[in-house]
T-cell receptor
Framework: ETGVTQTPRHLVMGMTNKKSLKCEQH?????MYWYKQSAKKPLELMFV???????ENNSVPSRFSPECPNSSHLFLHLHTLQPEDSALYLC???????????????FGEGSRLTVL | GDSVTQMEGPVTLSEEACLTI???????????LFWYVQYPGEGLQLLLK?????DKGSNKGFEATYRKETTSFHLEKGSVQVSDSAVYFC???????????FGGGTRLMVKP
């Protein structure tokens, strides 16, 4: 139990569906992240939120839409995805102070997404 | 830019064998260095870290020493167990608020 909970753990969707991934952290952290982990590829940082403000968007396609309503919750809204978007999506959180990142991230167990 | 290079896996060992997973980095300054581990079906978790040159991070029998002269942070364990089977990620970050840079990960398989 890392204090970061992701739901659902598994999701199968068609290319025309709209779905959302949810992440919740109970650690009192102020920064939250979405990473994409595909087979045989390095971890890809997708989005970063610090105190609910998006601070990083690594050229992610617009079919992925993040939402951070407060420092404890992070969503990833999915629509019109492609089969190559099938991957494990990992949420993480950390404590930062005045913009400094300690590098100590706490990860959830991930949401395994399959796009048919 | 900054980068982290790890040895390609999988690494397959018998139980009680010695482990070394190589990690080297390219950076313009003096980053903090980390090893993360991902057990099957789980997310990543921090295994150990070192924040300055010659520091040694250790946890669960694993060790890694921050070598500035060789820009390396190799992960070692004297006697591996089946339960150590996982994917290990080397990573770095600067203390100025940048994001973590991860290596590609090395899968370790330990056989009884």
């Amino acid at each position: 139990e890392t204090g970061v909970t992701q739901t659902p753990r598994h999701l199968v969707m068609g290319m025309t569906n709209k779905k959302s991934l949810k992440c919740e952290q109970h650690l009192g952290h102020n920064a939250m992240y979405w990473y994409k982990q595909s087979a045989k590829k390095p971890l890809e940082l997708m989005f970063v939120y610090n105190f609910k403000e998006q601070t990083e968007n690594n050229s992610v396609p617009s079919r992925f839409s993040p939402e951070c309503p407060n420092s404890s919750h992070l969503f990833l809204h999915l629509h019109t995805l492609q089969p190559e978007d099938s991957a494990l999506y990992l949420c993480a959180s950390s404590r930062t102070g005045t913009g400094r990142n300690t590098g100590e991230l706490f990860f959830g167990e991930g949401s395994r997404l399959t796009v048919l | 830019g900054d980068s982290v290079t790890q040895m390609e896996g999988p690494v397959t060992l018998s139980e009680e064998a010695c482990l070394t997973i190589n990690c080297t980095y390219t950076a313009t300054g003096y980053p903090s260095l980390f090893w993360y581990v991902q057990y099957p079906g789980e997310g990543l978790q921090l295994l150990l870290k070192a924040t300055k040159a010659d520091d040694k991070g250790s946890n669960k029998g694993f060790e890694a020493t921050y070598r500035k002269e060789t820009t390396s942070f190799h992960l070692e364990k004297g006697s591996v167990q089946v339960s150590d089977s996982a994917v290990y990620f080397c990573a770095l970050i600067y203390n100025a608020g940048n994001m973590l840079t991860f290596g590609g990960g090395t899968r370790l398989m330990v056989k009884p």
